[in-house]
């Protein structure tokens, strides 16, 4: 028994009976009374209960003792005496009230206790999910047990969906946004939140690739303006853990602005040129990164390249895509070449510039 829950037990008899409550400890301190003034000291009569286990009536007030009339009831919680309730007043009037007051306190330390234990279960089933999609599982045999006391299923197989959340977003949008993920999860699906910024949904790859639960995430994306991403499907225990961190290396490679969408077998090249980036070893790299910056402050050329690239070195899409004119995205292109000495209508050359712009 504990001071928030006694203030809780108070709160809610008093609601209901129009006399003074007092909860006690197992020391036999107030520590819940309609009375403040009450607060901290020793009850008398809650001493008696918690001596004999039984009902203990004060008759008559005593002063010195600071007691007075009332009723008091031990407080069981799995068939251990875990406090006293006590109701002030004639004992012919109060008494019948007893055995209700008693019934009403032990039923709300047993929802508290429940509570308590569906929160703990959250977070240690939290704990569990983050574990297995960072692969921080040291021993096999522990977590699968442990998983299958928490209801994970941990035989079927599947993917990884991220979502990376703005920093700006605000919790009612946010828990709107979760609400709407968990409806769209199913019984499959598992929610998992390893940080503050970021949700991953992991879901049965039976139905995660069907074109339409794909379109609602990316739609998921553009509603709340998310950067989002479909990791590849992987067999085997460690499954999990490698969708994520391709969902996130994909992510990573440049791949998605703001309100995309984005699935890996996209980014597979990207991510494959990441992997074996050595920043020391390819200054070449880290010079033409450079170059790019110092011309281009407002990002307008990375983007412009990046789109080209995308659209497979076709002036005419990429000119539609960005709403420009041919001539305009020319002279973007010359530009680039004037300065980095690479021509991006070359196909080498374009990749080299991409490669640069995507690792360092």
């Known amino acids: 028994m504990n001071e928030k829950l006694a203030k809780e037990i108070v709160s809610r008899t008093m609601s209901i009976i129009p006399y003074n409550i007092n909860v006690m400890d197992k ?15 020793i009850h008398t009569g809650a001493i008696s209960v918690i001596q004999t286990g039984k009902k203990a009536v004060v008759s008559e007030e005593d002063g010195k003792k600071r007691m007075k009339k009332g009723v008091n009831l031990p407080i069981y919680f799995h068939h251990e005496l875990i406090g ?14 007893g055995e209700l007051v008693k019934m009403a306190a032990e039923l709300t330390v047993e929802q508290a206790y429940l509570s308590d234990q569906i929160r703990w279960n959250e977070t240690l089933r939290q ?15 522990e977590f699968a047990e442990r998983a299958q006391r928490l209801r994970i299923n941990l035989d079927i197989e599947r993917q990884a969906i991220v979502f990376i959340l703005k920093e700006d977003m605000n919790l009612k949008k946010r ?20 940080g503050a910024g970021e949700i991953v949904l992991l879901k049965d790859s039976r139905s995660s690739q069907s074109p339409a639960f794909l379109l609602k995430m990316a739609e998921f994306s553009q509603q709340y303006s998310l950067r989002g991403a479909a990791g590849y499907v992987y067999k085997g225990f460690n499954g999990p ?24 077998k996209e980014m597979a090249l990207p991510v494959l040129i990441r992997r074996g980036y ?68 070359k196909m080498k050359d374009l990749l080299t510039l991409y490669t640069a712009l995507l690792v360092v």
């Open 127 to 141: 704990e569990t999910l983050i574990q297995l999609i960072k692969g921080e599982i040291t021993d096999r045999r």
């Open 27 to 41: 020391d036999g301190t107030i520590i819940g009374s309609g009375d403040k003034k009450r607060l901290g000291d």
């Open 278 to 345: 050595d920043r020391q070893k390819d200054v070449y790299l880290q010079d033409i990164k450079n170059t790019f910056e110092e011309m281009d402050k407002n990002g307008e050329l990375l983007d412009t390249l990046r789109l080209f690239f995308n659209q497979n070195g076709d002036m005419n899409h990429t000119a539609e895509e960005l709403f420009i004119h041919r001539n305009t995205l020319r002279y973007r292109l010359d530009k680039i070449e004037e300065s980095t000495s690479l021509n991006p209508r």
């Open 175 to 194: 828990n709107m946004f979760l609400k709407q993920l968990e409806a769209a999860a199913d019984e499959d699906g598992l929610i998992v939140i390893p």
């Open 84 to 97: 006293v309730i006590g109701i002030t007043g004639d004992p012919d009037v109060v008494g019948p009230l």
């Open 241 to 264: 853990a490698l969708s994520y961190e391709g969902a996130k290396e994909a992510l990573a490679s440049g791949g998605g602005g703001e309100g995309s969408f984005i699935d890996y």
